[in-house]
């Protein structure tokens, strides 16, 4: 016998057409997602490893403003088939604490399970200052560098909670990018004691986070801007100011950038002069102050062949100077690694002199100087070797 | 045949009951007339430059205050670079000529590449010459005018024996500048002749150096490279055509659909006079 409930004839009818309703919403839902057109899914495939011959071949990607994830997989799977081991990837701070002690780690994440799963060493590069960290725009308006001593400590907060975080898929934490540019220091003069204490402030919070964490500090621009200007400070001028203000304990590793320009990388340093052998003068500055035993990383190098600027090369010139910078570093016992910059950018045009220093075009075409590249890490036989060009 | 037959047919039958319609409601038939010739006046009046249709802010501007605003990279001798004397160049001459056509003054306003799309999306240039190519995925807001130059990649030889095309040089020899689009143009060409041998050189002026010697047929480089030598070595002649082109042009907005026209006339009209290989004779 069946038993059967008795309910109010009203609420019955109330209940049967919210009932009815639901299901007409779930269904529409069901049938809208249906169409939606499925992004590309990636797969992550078996983990792979690096073959190269010259460890210290390096490269700085762009995936920052990468929105699709395939292709961050295929610039990290063409950068591993270059013979490159490790590369210098830019992570800002604002991507992932939008809100002050809230962290979202879906863009770290995104990229670095890709570079864990091609077998890649990352050095982490952090920067950017979130709204919540800078003067509300009332007050003042500023630019997304700038970071006041009041908020060190939050950003040091957040470097120590990314290298704990990923302290088994990066290799090392660059404090800042460029300091002693305006640009990069919220367009205020260069700061070189209170980057020293940015950094130092990093420094302890990152260690007591990971000690045996890489802390790299630097990653000064090359200018021959002179003393009085607003603009930039002189980056050997800047590292002395560093050292004076007590800088030497605060970082593992120099992280440097050296341009070429239109110079061969075995010109003559010389401080009026922007070429690669500049790094020299820093590296002087260090043995100055008694910092021999700390190493350098090239974090950011390169020559551009673009055909329509000044400070370019040839593309041959290109190929030729940049494995023969390779080919220094390698003999250079205080320099680990030569990051080309750069990899590949999402857009070829937008930036153009940037789509000229690329290795790879947007569209993910190799360029010669890629072949090249790759030819000298992984020890194969290479195409624009000086024995494979004629001399008139 | 059939079904032509029937299509004759209907149609005739459409005009005898349309002519009856028209007889029954001769008023109705006067008034769907006009309203027809007012709608296709409406519409003629409203295309973009007509009376009533949408205004060139930047031309008529331009033509009411007599200025032109051009926005130029000026790091790229001798297409543009900045001297004690102002702004030089094949573009500042060019952007300086059409002002001169148009009976406007010229005001170059120099920028780095990176801003110049974005000075020319705000408004605040009338339109850029800083060897832009066409790029595909700003079409959407961008004109991009006819060519003033071709930078590509051009055959050069002694003028002895002269070399006009890639199919020339079926088992004969070519210099190229190594890694530049001349090196790839040629690798191509490789592949579709019988024989062609590439000889790579670092620079440009090495690989026609060695043409000029005899040691190979021809060699090439881009059309700058190529006039520069040519221009001190009489000996040697370029190619009609590029092999591997490479195309300079003018960026205007869209909406700016009169100057747009206008710049494409006056580039059409500079090359049938010859205004414009004057102005590239003279750098180049």
Aim: a negative charge.
């Amino acid at each position: 016998m069946i038993n059967t409930v008795h309910l109010p004839p009203a609420f019955s009818r109330r209940a049967a057409l919210f009932v009815t309703l639901a299901a007409r919403l779930a269904l529409i839902v069901i049938v809208l997602r249906q169409l939606a057109p499925a992004g590309p899914h990636v797969e992550l495939g078996p983990p792979r490893t690096v073959i190269t011959e010259q460890p210290a071949v390096c490269t700085h990607t762009r995936l920052t403003d990468e929105v699709d994830e395939w292709k961050i997989q295929r610039t990290l799977e063409m950068v591993r088939d270059m013979g490159a081991a490790t590369i210098v990837e830019f992570f800002p701070w604002p991507y992932v604490e939008p809100q002050r002690g809230q962290y979202d780690w879906t863009h770290p994440d995104r990229i670095l399970r890709h570079t864990h799963n091609q077998g890649l060493n990352v050095l982490a590069r952090l920067g950017l200052v979130p709204g919540w960290a800078r003067p509300p725009t009332h007050e003042k308006v500023t630019t997304l560098q700038y970071l006041t001593a009041d908020h060190y400590d939050d950003f040091a907060a957040f470097a120590a909670a990314f290298a704990a975080r990923y302290a088994d898929r990066i290799d090392g934490v660059i404090v800042w990018n460029e300091p002693n540019l305006s640009l990069e220091w919220g367009d205020r003069p260069p700061d070189p004691e209170g980057y020293t204490e940015l950094l130092r402030t990093s420094y302890r919070a990152i260690k007591s986070a990971v000690p045996t964490m890489p802390v790299y500090g630097g990653a000064l621009a090359p200018t021959l801007e002179p003393d009085d200007s607003p603009a930039a400070m002189n980056e050997i001028r800047f590292l002395e100011r560093m050292y004076a203000a007590g800088a030497a304990d605060a970082f593992d590793v120099l992280a440097v950038h050296t341009y070429g320009f239109t110079h061969s990388p075995d010109h003559p340093p010389d401080p009026n002069t922007i070429n690669f052998r500049r790094i020299e003068l820093l590296r002087g500055v260090m043995q100055r102050y008694g910092d021999s035993d700390t190493p350098m990383t090239i974090t950011e190098s390169g020559w551009s062949d673009d055909p329509r600027w000044t400070r370019a090369v040839r593309p041959g010139q290109r190929i030729v100077y940049t494995l023969a910078a390779l080919e220094m570093v390698t003999a250079w016992p205080w320099v680990d690694r030569l990051c080309l910059w750069i990899f590949r950018q999402p857009l070829d045009l937008h930036n153009r002199r940037d789509a000229y220093y690329a290795l790879v075009s947007s569209d993910f075409v190799i360029k010669p100087v890629y072949e090249a590249v790759q030819a000298y890490a992984r020890g194969w036989p290479n195409p624009y070797a000086p024995d494979e060009w004629a001399t008139p | 045949m059939k079904t032509l037959r029937q299509i004759a047919g209907a149609l005739r039958a459409f005009a005898h009951a349309s002519r009856r319609w028209v007889r029954m409601h001769p008023w109705l038939a006067v008034i769907a007339l006009l309203v027809l010739c007012a709608g296709l006046a409406l519409w003629w009046l409203t295309r973009p430059g007509r009376p009533l249709g949408r205004v060139d802010g930047a031309w008529y501007r331009s033509q009411v205050n007599g200025d032109l605003y051009v926005g130029l990279d000026p790091s790229y001798p001798p297409f543009a670079e900045w001297t004690p004397d102002g702004i030089a160049g094949i573009e500042a001459d060019i952007a300086r000529e059409l002002g001169r056509r148009w009976g406007v003054e010229t005001s170059i306003l120099i920028m780095g590449y990176d801003a110049l799309y974005d000075a020319l999306y705000t408004g605040q240039v009338d339109f850029l010459i800083a060897g832009l190519r066409v790029d595909p995925s700003r079409t959407e807001w961008v004109h991009y005018s006819v060519p003033y130059f071709d930078a590509g990649q051009v055959l050069v030889s002694r003028r002895a024996a002269p070399v006009q095309s890639m199919a020339e040089l079926d088992g004969g020899s070519v210099a190229v500048e190594l890694a530049s689009a001349g090196d790839t143009g040629a690798q191509r060409w490789q592949r579709r002749l019988q024989a062609l041998e590439i000889v790579h050189y670092l620079l440009p002026q090495e690989a026609l150096d060695a043409m000029r010697a005899g040691q190979v047929d021809a060699a090439l480089v881009d059309t700058i490279s190529a006039r520069q030598y040519a221009d001190v070595h009489p000996d040697v002649v370029l190619a009609d055509t590029t092999t591997v082109p490479d195309r300079y042009v003018i960026a205007v907005r869209k909406g700016d659909f009169r100057m747009a026209h206008e710049i494409d006339q006056a580039l059409d009209a500079m090359h049938e006079d010859g205004t414009l290989d004057a102005i590239l004779a003279r750098w180049l």
